[in-house]
């Protein structure tokens, strides 16, 4: 059974940078065509893609978060993670990693992150 | 960018009712490329259907999904009483992908 954790802090001062990584366990991340994804809902509203990573490295962008954002993944510690540069509160939400095969097959419980000095 | 619009916001039902539930999308896409998630608070995201038509391990059937070109449909065929809460429809064959605002099924 494939888990996924998401870890990191829970809170970020505005202009500072958000850090979270994803920890999956189960399966290899590599054993498979999937993209490593990462998704936030802010409170009182929808769920936002954020963007994905491919095993290889190779990344695709929310448009909107593009120019902040930076995905990476280490498939030797089965772990891939999220960099978002120069928060502001409207980055408050909770962020979830999750497995792109057919839809998001697997996902983590959730991180709350607060952007709040 | 495929924009995913979910309709109605809100739908009043009662326990045992039929529920549509409507995406449409900004342009005509590949049904394979249509999900559903049911989404409860607190917990992550539940998926229903990929492919727009096939049930994640595990769903029951009375969940459905069914579309083509720019529609697509969640059904549930008789409410109980935890299917109250948000479903959230959501693209996948381009980047970026999608979500649809959500409908709420809340107890007439």
């Known amino acids: 059974q494939v888990q996924l954790q998401e870890s990191g802090p829970g809170l970020v001062k505005p202009s500072q940078t958000l850090s979270l990584t994803c920890t999956v366990s189960g399966d290899p991340m590599s054993s498979g065509a999937y993209y490593w994804s990462w998704i936030r809902q802010p409170a009182g509203k929808g769920l936002e893609w954020i963007g994905r990573i491919y095993t290889s490295g190779s990344t695709d962008y929310n448009p909107s978060l593009k120019s902040r954002l930076t995905l990476s993944v280490d498939t030797s510690r089965n772990q891939f993670s999220l960099r978002l540069n120069s928060v502001t509160a409207a980055d408050t939400a909770v962020y979830f990693c999750?497995?792109?095969?057919?839809?998001?097959?697997?996902w983590g419980q959730g991180a709350v992150v607060t952007v709040s000095s | 960018e495929i924009v995913l619009t979910q309709s109605p916001g809100t739908l009043s039902l009662s326990p045992g009712d039929r529920a549509t539930l409507s995406c449409r999308a900004s342009?005509?896409?590949?049904?394979?490329?249509i999900a559903w998630y049911q989404r409860r608070p607190g917990q992550a995201p539940r998926p229903l259907i990929y492919d727009s038509s096939n049930r994640a391990t595990g769903i029951p059937d009375r969940f459905s999904g069914s579309g083509s070109g720019t529609d697509f449909t969640l059904t549930i065929s008789r409410l109980e009483p935890e299917d109250f809460v948000v479903y959230y429809c959501?693209?996948?064959?381009?980047?970026?992908?999608?979500f649809g605002q959500g409908t709420k099924v809340e107890i007439k």
């Open positions: 959501h693209y996948y064959g381009s980047s970026p992908e999608t």
């Open positions: 999750a497995r792109r095969h057919r839809g998001f097959d697997y």
């Open positions: 342009l005509s896409v590949e049904s394979r490329y």
